[in-house]
């Protein structure tokens, strides 16, 4: 993929996860108000979403989806895959859960539910496997070699025939 065309894209998803940084950050500070977090939560899981539909949309972009080698990409890509979704269903846990126990009021204290806090602390750890992979993703999938027939596409092929 040309760098002109690739450059905006990468920006993108640098964006989509400054977003969710931002968001994971600053929520509990702006817990007062129910509707202000369940929109801020809202905001979040749609960036998450996006964020592998922009993936997705690079997947079906490479030579190697077009060839039908779609098991070459799964199998380089699994882990940041897992990993995403994994976060996803953590981050919409974490939030029915976090809004399901301040709904009626909006300061109490949540954090003596021991529960409440073991899910947020895999959600935290979650975040930070998935701005890892996300990011090594998002660079591998500017690999020229994705996108043009090369050689070790040939040899993947012949390999797995």
């Not at 202000?36 to 964020?51: N, T």
């Not at 380089?76 to 976060?87: E, M, P, Q, S």
């Not at 953590?90 to 204290?109: K, Q, S, Y």
Request: charged letters at 20%; one cysteine or more; hydrophobic letters at 55%.
């Amino acid at each position: 993929m040309l760098v002109s065309r690739y450059q905006p894209i990468l920006y993108l998803q640098y964006l989509l996860l400054l977003i969710d940084l931002v968001m994971n950050s600053f929520n509990e500070m702006l817990r007062f108000e129910n509707v202000i977090l369940l929109v801020l939560y809202v905001i979040q899981d749609v960036c998450i979403v996006f964020a592998v539909i922009v993936v997705f949309l690079l997947f079906f972009n490479t030579y190697i989806f077009q060839a039908g080698l779609v098991n070459i990409l799964v199998n380089k890509f699994k882990v940041a895959i897992l990993v995403t979704f994994v976060y996803f269903i953590l981050c919409v846990a974490l939030h029915v859960w976090g809004m399901t126990i301040r709904w009626d009021e909006p300061n109490m204290f949540v954090w003596d539910r021991t529960g409440y806090r073991v899910l947020h602390i895999f959600q935290r750890t979650g975040a930070v496997l998935y701005y890892y992979y996300y990011k090594r993703t998002a660079l591998k999938l500017g690999d020229p070699r994705f996108y043009q027939d090369s050689d070790w596409i040939r040899k993947e092929f012949e390999r797995r025939r």
